[in-house]
């Protein structure tokens, strides 16, 4: 493997790994503040995928599909915390398991329904079409790059809400000690409704960015529930710096396990068991820290 | 006590009406309850991890699947594996991985344990699905079924749909009294125990992680001892009979029944199966083939049996015989 290849190999990584993260911050988060765990995660990454491939056939511009797919996501994500996630709360997480399973199941058929089970593709907007040369048969699309850059100043701004703003000192407090909260006068149920919104919208923006390189495929969203699981394992529960540098360790080891050939007597364990290497991995945490890298021992 | 006594002999009733069943039922329902005991099986399994320890495992279909697909390996291609052989084969192969997998999943607790049982299960699906051991993503055939030879004395065949029929439900009604036996036990008790209070029963100076892992390596061979008859009644394994759709699936027909009663879980897979064939069977409409989206009809159900029953279909008949008695009480007083 030359230098070239390995640094499109670590830009590919990279990039992986920031579009998880966006799928596991809002699942981590949704986990951490309101102790709800949530499978119908991977379903809303499914829907902003469809959404972003409907609306930009609509619309005619990707840009102008994105916009309308994240207030219909937001819109979804108020709509399933105020119907019933909000009566899950002081239920066992056993309940949440199977209400949000139910919920795949309903989002699946209702794709399915909609739009066929056939693989769907959305084209770049024209803007990033362009492709960086690296050498004279190598290139990287600009349009990776973007996404890149565009989950980045997501997760700084993420960050900065978290942190720095009154808002996220609140979602911070609602997630240690709910009544107290409540007690300050505070509307918690508010707060809560606000933070699964924004987990949806996120998992949805993911999806909708996702679909030009990804393409949009039926099960595609449990395929991501599972891989964000593995992040948030990794990484710790509730703990958004984990889930940043989980969901990069992940897309570097998955996309590593790809290109590189390692065979042991005689047996190639890469790249055919390279499906295998995350959870791998997570073993290895597991093993080492069963509470994840940054998760809180308790 | 005389509730007790209600219940067993509802329950011989219905072991009495699974024995009679073969004797007026046509062939397609006779192997349509065997599906349904098979799954009654692997349910009752999966019950004693979520239901009497408290380990909410999301990928039990794992064994289910592994076992398959050992009975897979067993058979020599076109000819039939040997029951006696197979089958304790196939139920140590499923015991062995959970003995692993266990070892790692146990380490943690709540909603890690629920997120780490998916993603192992998920990592031996991947070993099914992306290598070409046994046929990757299209699954694997099994042509015939296993022969209960002993020296050449066959005391009953496979390939006969009664006989099959027999073998399972006798299995269940084994099943069933050996973990009835098993959770009445000391052993039962402290697993009881665990879920209650970890804390407490470690503080009693029980070694707890001891406990749930011998109770996660039961439940996962008796998970193979389901996947094996499944795998040998349907003829065919893929990488979705060790999905996490089949571990969902599974957990659903647990917790509708009413968890933590061996109970519940029967009856839960028996009236998970019905509703799926009562939804597939759903008339086209308006141009649109409902029964083919089945899965919506499912998933609603799901959404609707969580907030509304929240002791699953035994808690109904809790719900009634307290209605009863209080209507009775308003009466006589």
Redesign the interface.
Known sequence: MDANTFLIQVLNGIQYGLLLFLVASGLTLI?GIMGI?N?AHGSFYMVGAYLAFSLSQHFGSLWLAMVGGVVIAVAIGLLLEWL?IS?LYH?D???Q???T??????F???R??VFGDDVHGVTVPALLQASIPLTDTLSYPVYRLWMSAVCLALAIGMYLLIQKTRLGMMIRAGAVNREMVQSLGINIDLLYRLVFALGVALAAFAGMIAAPVASVFPGMG?QVL?VC??V??IGG?GSVKGAMLGAILIGLVDTFGKVLTLEIGGFRILP?????MI??L??VV??AR???LFGRRG | MRQVHAASIVLLACLLALVLLPLFAEKYYIQLFTKMMIMAIFAMSLDIL?GYTGL?S?GHAAFFGLAGYTLAFAAPQYEAANLWLSLPLAMGGSALLALVIGA??L??S???F???T???A??VF??F???KIAGGADGIYIYAKPVAAIAGWQPFSLENHTHFYFTVLALLALVYALLRMLLASPFGRVLVGIRVNEQRMRSLGYRTFRYKLVCFVIAGALAGMAGYFAAAQFGFVSPDTLG?HQS?GV??MV?LGG?GTLNGAILGAFAMMLLELGFQGLPVLGG?DIGK?W??F??????F???LL?HGLLGLGGLASRLLRKSKERRNG
């Open positions: 986990l765990i499978l019933l009566r239920r997480h056993l309940y398991v199977l209400l399973y139910g919920l795949i199941l309903i699946e058929e209702l399915s329904l449990s599972i699981f593995v948030v394992v529960i055919e068991l390279s499906g295998m959870y791998v997570m073993a597991l093993l069963p509470e994840g | 979520v909410v999301l790692l999943v380490r943690t709540g909603i890690y629920i997120m780490v998916l993603a192992f998920q990592m991947f070993v699905h992306d290598t996490w969902g957990l659903m917790i968890m649109v989206h899965q919506l499912m998933g609603g159900f799901i959404v049996a969580v907030l929240p």
